[in-house]
């Protein structure tokens, strides 16, 4: 084969990765509630936090709206009776259910050990840099799943629609 044959096929496997609905539909679900995240948490805490447009945890769950849009786009796709869609739909089920426990709990935790890390400092008995403090942000409460799980299926339909 040659170079330009090579580079043809790589182009179209490119195009197949940009074209491909499921994937994007599940990208534009994760990326509006992401923004909605940002948006929501401006107003809440009057304040600015780039990393909320990327981080965990919050409402509504980008998780959360990322594999409902997954799953529900598959089935429109694919068929409600084909495997693919049956493994889309499981994995949704499991990263909502993680996200709302062994997720929602690990965040829990970090706060405790986090205002714990801060009393210490008070005391002068420890100094923990910032950058070793734990991450809170982490699971997400169920409305939060909730949210996410509405805005993955209303992206999942307008996408599918258009």
């Not at 044959?5 to 994760?30: A, D, P, Q």
């Amino acid at each position: 084969m040659t170079l330009i044959c090579l580079l043809e096929i790589h182009m179209e496997y490119v195009k197949l990765f940009f074209t491909n609905r499921i994937l994007i539909s599940g990208l534009l679900g994760w990326a509006v509630a992401q923004v909605l995240k940002a948006i929501i948490y401006i107003i809440i805490n009057k304040e600015l936090r780039i990393e909320r447009l990327f981080g965990d945890g919050g409402m509504p769950s980008g998780h959360s709206a990322t594999v409902t849009a997954v799953a529900l786009s598959t089935g429109l796709s694919c068929g409600f009776d084909s495997a693919i869609f049956a493994i889309a739909f499981i994995m949704a089920i499991i990263v909502m259910h993680d996200a709302m426990g062994v997720r929602l709990e690990t965040g829990k935790q970090a706060k405790v050990i986090n205002d714990m890390l801060e009393t210490f400092q008070k005391l002068g008995r420890t100094d923990v840099p910032a950058e070793q403090q734990l991450k809170e942000f982490v699971g997400h409460t169920p409305i939060q799943v909730a949210a996410g799980a509405v805005l993955g299926i209303a992206v999942a339909l307008v996408f599918h629609f258009i």
